[in-house]
């Protein structure tokens, strides 16, 4: 089961039409490199991107300082940036979907409901068929 918030923008000539579907849990398409730039820059999720772009610079040059590396006796300061990356990408992964509703909320998008699918391959779009079958439903 998949499990999506419903957003629609009041302001929309037709609000149902204009709705966004987020995904409710983990992006595994974060957790990939380069990939997670692509999703960032797709849902215009321009704080994320300033974000990872500034923590991936920081973390190297922080891995890879003299001072931090003659500290810490764990191995070679790749291995050092390899783990922290890895614990960043997870929560990008974990991040992504919340940035993307505080995105919609700027925009003027209200929280419209939560739609669960039963498939896992064709989800959004069943999710979007309960969500139009149910307020086609209520407003008859």
């Known amino acids: 089961m998949k499990t999506y918030?419903?957003?629609i923008n009041p302001k929309a000539k037709r609000p149902e039409?204009?709705?966004?579907?987020?995904?409710?849990?983990?992006?595994?398409?974060?957790?990939?490199p380069i990939v997670n730039v692509i999703v960032a820059i797709?849902?215009?999720?321009?704080?994320?991107l300033i974000a990872m772009i500034a923590i991936e610079v920081f973390t190297y040059y922080a891995t890879h300082?003299?001072?931090?590396?003659?500290?810490?006796s764990t191995g070679s300061p790749?291995?050092?940036?390899?783990a922290i990356r890895l614990a960043l990408l997870f929560f990008f992964g974990l991040w992504v979907n919340d940035f993307w509703r505080k995105k919609l909320e700027r925009?003027?998008?209200e929280f419209a409901?939560?739609?669960?699918?039963?498939?896992?391959?064709?989800?959004l779009a069943e999710a979007?068929?309960?969500?139009?079958?149910k307020l086609a439903r209520t407003t008859k």
Not at 42 to 48: A, D, G, V
Not at 65 to 72: A, D, M, N, R, V
Not at 128 to 133: K, L
Request: glycine share 6%.
């Open 107 to 109: 925009r003027g998008f």
């Open 17 to 32: 039409e204009d709705a966004q579907f987020v995904p409710e849990g983990f992006s595994l398409l974060m957790f990939i």
């Open 128 to 133: 979007e068929q309960r969500f139009y079958d």
């Open 113 to 123: 409901g939560i739609v669960t699918a039963r498939s896992r391959f064709n989800s």
């Open 78 to 82: 790749l291995q050092l940036y390899m």
């Open 42 to 48: 797709s849902r215009r999720c321009w704080l994320l």
């Open 5 to 7: 918030t419903v957003h």
């Open 65 to 72: 300082s003299s001072y931090l590396t003659s500290k810490i």
